[in-house]
């Protein structure tokens, strides 16, 4: 059921640097792109999102790029943080059906 | 403002036995999603629910089924339990269905381990 793709399954940062995560997708009529934020005990939490008309977004630390005729979005999370450290996940969706990616297990050391 | 609430938080049952999961939405929201996430992965789509009705379905069996209540709160239902269902399942709540995933706010899910 899974079609979107999430790299990489773990990533270390240290404190202060930038961590990127790639998903890439394969159903063109996806119109929604969001990016969740998942602790360990509690459900995903909407971080940011896109809608494919725009290349890119930035929200603080967080930014999207999306790039349609790729079929790829990433998300940039700038100066990273300790308290960054989570389960990132994407996806992507069209009407009531939403697809996620695999997950991305980040870690920032201090 | 109350988020979403599922309940129970954990549950443990025996291979075949049958379990009903409850969700009550956000304050104001009127449709329920339920998801399920397998340790180690994404959450994957089950079905929708609004106005009581079941308006789009995942890739799951019909094992699984649910049910929408007038006051917006939903049940998803698991019969014939296979250890495979051993998973979190996740209600997200949104206002309105044919959203795309606009506004959907999870709950903390149930953590079903099935024996």
Same mark, same amino acid.
């Given at each position: 059921?899974?079609?979107? *793709?999430?790299?990489?399954?773990?990533?270390?940062?240290?404190?202060?640097?930038?961590?990127?995560?790639?998903?890439?997708?394969?159903?063109?009529?996806?119109?929604? $792109?969001?990016?969740?934020?998942?602790?360990?005990?509690?459900?995903?939490? #909407? #971080?940011?999102?896109? @809608?494919?008309?725009?290349?890119?977004?930035?929200?603080? @630390? $967080?930014?999207?790029?999306?790039?349609?005729?790729? *079929?790829?979005?990433?998300?940039?999370?700038?100066?990273?943080?300790?308290?960054?450290?989570?389960?990132?996940?994407?996806?992507?969706?069209?009407?009531?059906?939403? @697809?996620?990616?695999?997950? !991305? @297990?980040? !870690?920032? *050391?201090? | 403002?109350?988020?979403?609430?599922?309940?129970?938080? %954990?549950?443990?049952?025996?291979?075949?036995?049958?379990?009903?999961?409850?969700? =009550?939405?956000? =304050?104001? %929201?009127?449709?329920?999603?339920?998801?399920?996430?397998? +340790?180690?992965?994404?959450?994957?789509?089950?079905?929708?629910?609004? &106005? &009581?009705?079941?308006?789009?379905?995942?890739?799951?069996?019909?094992?699984?089924?649910? %049910?929408?209540?007038?006051?917006?709160?939903?049940?998803?239902?698991?019969?014939?339990?296979? +250890?495979?269902?051993?998973?979190?399942?996740?209600?997200? =709540?949104?206002?309105?269905?044919?959203?795309?995933?606009?506004?959907?706010?999870?709950?903390?899910?149930?953590? +079903?381990?099935?024996?």
């Amino acid at each position: 059921q899974q079609q979107v *793709k999430q790299s990489p399954q773990s990533l270390i940062v240290q404190k202060g640097g930038i961590s990127i995560i790639n998903c890439a997708y394969e159903n063109t009529a996806f119109d929604y $792109f969001p990016w969740y934020q998942q602790f360990p005990g509690k459900g995903p939490a #909407l #971080l940011i999102a896109i @809608r494919p008309d725009v290349s890119e977004k930035k929200e603080g @630390r $967080f930014t999207i790029s999306f790039n349609k005729s790729a *079929k790829q979005f990433s998300l940039h999370i700038m100066d990273s943080q300790p308290g960054d450290s989570a389960t990132y996940f994407c996806a992507a969706s069209m009407s009531n059906d939403m @697809r996620f990616g695999a997950g !991305t @297990r980040l !870690t920032v *050391k201090p | 403002d109350a988020g979403v609430t599922q309940s129970p938080t %954990h549950l443990i049952k025996t291979r075949g036995q049958q379990v009903t999961l409850r969700c =009550s939405p956000k =304050s104001g %929201h009127d449709t329920v999603s339920w998801y399920q996430q397998a +340790l180690g992965q994404g959450p994957q789509f089950i079905f929708q629910y609004y &106005e &009581e009705e079941e308006r789009q379905r995942g890739n799951f069996p019909d094992r699984f089924s649910g %049910h929408q209540f007038p006051n917006y709160s939903s049940e998803l239902n698991v019969n014939a339990l296979l +250890l495979g269902d051993s998973a979190l399942y996740l209600c997200a =709540s949104s206002l309105g269905s044919g959203t795309g995933g606009t506004g959907y706010t999870f709950g903390s899910g149930t953590r +079903l381990t099935v024996v």
